[in-house]
């Protein structure tokens, strides 16, 4: 009895509840025979979820390897002295295999001075080096280059991978002075260095940059302009605006006696600004200039409603030094650092000054860089000190103007040239 109540109530509440949707208009009726679709799309499960439950466990389990220190060349180098510090040994041997136990225990007080990577390709990185160590309780120093090898996924280091320098110039001319490098048992000079000993004397040159003076020449003149821009502006203020802003950096940076030639674009002869660079005692001539390109690679287009010429042909930097400068060693030094630089920094040379056509046929000196020797530019042979010519860009790019006309864009090309002169200082301190 109890049993047959209870089901009778059951299909009462059904029946009024049933009802009670039915009276209401508003709400739709569901056929619970056939589903809508909307309700079905709802309730399928979405491609992303049913691929990502799909997929193998074998594949979920797999974790991704982790970048190992060991692809990084100047942080294999570190490890390399700070093993050697440590007396581990062992460890040393990993990265440098050739290397001996016993020139291991030699060494002690390591202290890397910089450490800079030069190049890096897929099998090779050079590195630059200073350090100081002692060995055999003796104080000893090495600049040079060190040179890892690809081993796998692994940087290494060899026999002969290191070469000894005197100066940066060596570094940068391929002149080095030995290849003084400790062997397996043969005992060859060895140089290391990582941990600070402020007893440990450094023959670094340091760079008394207030002492240093840099003449910084502004490229033509108010009246003789230079090329013109592919929007119709005269080259000298292109230079003009690019020296300024080096000269003020220098002047941030600590080159206090840096100075500019020809501020207010006077017609003054080239002889004259070189006179003027010695007269101030200059160590350094660095010409400013912008670049353009032979008549045949112009094109015409207007621009503002007057017609311009361009070019979008060729883009990027240029260096040029002089043989005949009475320093050419230190003028080809110096555009090799700033060409270091600039490559550094992302900067891509021209070559187009290496065409075989009239108006160009330079020497391309350094291809990767982007060096050209030019003999007879006459700021340049008649500089007394060091100097070199950078053309910062091609204006005639229509692109490539925008750009130089940049001023983020411009203070990457001045935070270059910095760079290269501070390193020139140092060296030839």
């Given amino acids: 009895m109890i049993i047959h109540s209870k089901i009778h109530i059951f299909f ?3 029946t009024i509840l049933l009802s009670s949707c039915r009276i209401n208009s508003d709400e739709p009726v569901i056929n619970f025979d056939k589903p809508s679709h909307s309700i079905v799309t709802q309730l399928e499960t979405p491609h992303s979820i049913v691929t ?6 074998t594949q979920l389990e797999t974790p991704k390897p982790l970048p190992s220190v060991n692809n990084d060349p100047i942080q294999v180098v570190r490890n390399f002295y700070q093993a050697i510090n440590n007396k581990n040994c062992d460890k040393a041997l990993e990265i440098r295999p050739n290397y001996s136990k016993a020139a291991c225990h030699k060494v002690h007080n390591i202290v890397i001075k910089k450490l800079e990577l030069i190049e890096e390709t897929a099998q090779e990185a050079t590195l630059l080096l200073d350090l100081n160590y002692e060995k055999n309780k003796k104080p000893k120093y090495f600049s040079g280059l060190v040179i890892l090898f690809k081993e796998g996924n692994h940087w290494i280091i060899k026999n002969k991978s290191f070469r000894s320098i005197q100066t940066l110039e060596q570094v940068l001319l391929n002149k080095p002075i030995d290849d003084s490098v400790e062997t397996n048992s043969k005992e060859k000079k060895v140089e290391i260095n990582s941990k600070e000993d402020e007893t440990t004397q450094s023959t670094v040159p340091l760079c008394t940059k207030e002492s240093f003076v840099v003449a910084i020449d502004i490229g033509h003149s108010i009246r003789r302009f230079g090329t013109t821009s592919a929007k119709g502006i005269g080259e000298f203020y292109f230079n003009k605006n690019l020296a300024k802003m080096l000269w003020k950096s220098l002047f941030q940076a600590g080159f206090t006696q840096a100075f500019l030639i020809n501020e207010k674009g006077a017609n003054i002869t080239l002889k004259k600004r070189t006179a003027i660079a010695k007269r101030k005692n200059a160590d350094l001539f660095i010409a400013i200039h912008h670049d353009s390109v032979q008549p045949r690679y112009l094109s015409s287009w207007r621009y503002k409603g007057k017609k311009r010429f361009y070019s979008d042909v060729f883009q990027g930097y240029s260096i040029f030094y002089s043989e005949k400068n009475r320093q050419v060693q230190r003028s080809l030094s110096f555009a090799n650092l700033l060409g270091a630089e600039m490559r550094h920094n992302l900067f891509v040379p021209t070559l187009h000054h ?4 009239k ?3 330079r020497e391309l000196v350094n291809k990767d860089k982007g060096i050209y020797r030019f003999d007879n530019l006459v700021v340049l042979k008649t500089a007394t000190m060091p100097a070199v010519l950078l053309e910062a860009g091609l204006i005639v790019n229509r692109k490539e103007e925008n ?5 983020t864009y411009q203070k990457k090309l001045v935070l270059s040239v910095i760079a290269a002169i501070e390193k020139a200082c140092r060296f030839w301190n």
């Fill in 12 to 14: 009462v509440v059904a």
């Fill in 354 to 357: 290496a065409e075989k056509i």
């Fill in 403 to 407: 750009l130089l006309s940049n001023p």
């Fill in 359 to 361: 108006g160009e046929n």
């Fill in 52 to 57: 990502q439950l799909e997929t193998p466990v």
